[in-house]
C-alpha cells in the first residue's frame, strides 16, 4: 500500500477556502486516492473519492495531477463544523479492503 | 447516522478479562471491519470480513479474534486484556471488499481497561 504524507496541522478562518495537500510517490496504477473527516471520538466519514484529474461533490473538489504522486483536497469556504482531522488514503481494487490512516491533518478553523 | 451499529458504546473491565463489542452493518454491506484508535497509535486497521470469511487482517494481536456470522453481524472478542488495550474500537461496513469501496464507521465502542 502507498505512503502518504500530509501536513500535521493547519488553521483557516471561517469563510476561507483550503487546500490540503498529500504526497503519495509511490501511488500504483490501480491505486484510487480517498480523503475520510474524523471528528472527535465519531468514527472517519467518506468525503470524496479519486482517480486522476479532478472530482467533486457537494463537499468537497479533489485535485489530482496528471503524474497523480499528489493530490489536493479542497474545501470551500469552511464554517467552523469542518474543524477535524483530514486523512488522505490511497489504495486498490486488489489490495482488500484495508485501509492504512496515516497521521491525517488536524484543520482548524477559526470565527 | 451512518447506519452501522456498535454494542455496547462504553465498556469499562479490569485487567485479564474478556470482553465482546457487537457490530451490525449497514443493511446490504457484506463487508465488516475493525479499527483500533488509541492516543499514541492512531486509527489502526485489524481485521476484515466478507460475507463471513476473513478478508484481510492487520496488526491483530493473538489475545484478539473477530467473527462474521451468517446474518452478517460481526464480534470482536478481546481477551487476556491489558491497559493498553483501552481505545476507542471502531467497526465500518462496505458493500464491497476492497480499499476502493466507501466504509460507513459505526459510533465506536470506548473500551477502559483498568
Known amino acids: 500500500l502507498a505512503k502518504t504524507t500530509q501536513p500535521i496541522s493547519m488553521d483557516s478562518y471561517e469563510g476561507q477556502e483550503v487546500n490540503i495537500t498529500c504526497s503519495h510517490n509511490n501511488i500504483a496504477t490501480n491505486d484510487y486516492i480517498t480523503w475520510y473527516q474524523q471528528f472527535p471520538s465519531q468514527g472517519p466519514r467518506f468525503i470524496i473519492q479519486g482517480y486522476k484529474t479532478k472530482v467533486t461533490n457537494e463537499v468537497a473538489s479533489l485535485f489530482i495531477p496528471a503524474d497523480r504522486k499528489s493530490s489536493t483536497l479542497s474545501l470551500p469556504r469552511v464554517s467552523l463544523s469542518d474543524t477535524a482531522v483530514y486523512y488522505c488514503l490511497v489504495g486498490g481494487p486488489n489490495q482488500g479492503g484495508k485501509l492504512i490512516f496515516g497521521q491525517g491533518t488536524e484543520l482548524s478553523v477559526k470565527p | 447516522d451512518s447506519g452501522v451499529t456498535q454494542t455496547p458504546k462504553h465498556l469499562i473491565t479490569a485487567t485479564g478479562q474478556r470482553v465482546t463489542l457487537r457490530c451490525s452493518p449497514r443493511?446490504?454491506?457484506?463487508?465488516v471491519y475493525w479499527y483500533q484508535q488509541s492516543l499514541d497509535q492512531g486509527l489502526q486497521f485489524l481485521i476484515q470480513y466478507y460475507n463471513g470469511e476473513e478478508r484481510a487482517k492487520g496488526n491483530i494481536l493473538e489475545r484478539f479474534s473477530a467473527q462474521q456470522f451468517p446474518d452478517l453481524h460481526s464480534e470482536l472478542n478481546l481477551s487476556s486484556l491489558e491497559l493498553g488495550d483501552s481505545a476507542l474500537y471502531f467497526c465500518?461496513?462496505?458493500?464491497?471488499?476492497?480499499?476502493?469501496?466507501?466504509?460507513?464507521f459505526g459510533p465506536g465502542t470506548r473500551l477502559t481497561v483498568t
Open positions: 465500518a461496513s462496505s458493500v464491497g471488499g476492497t480499499s476502493v469501496h466507501e466504509q460507513y
Open positions: 443493511s446490504g454491506d457484506l463487508s
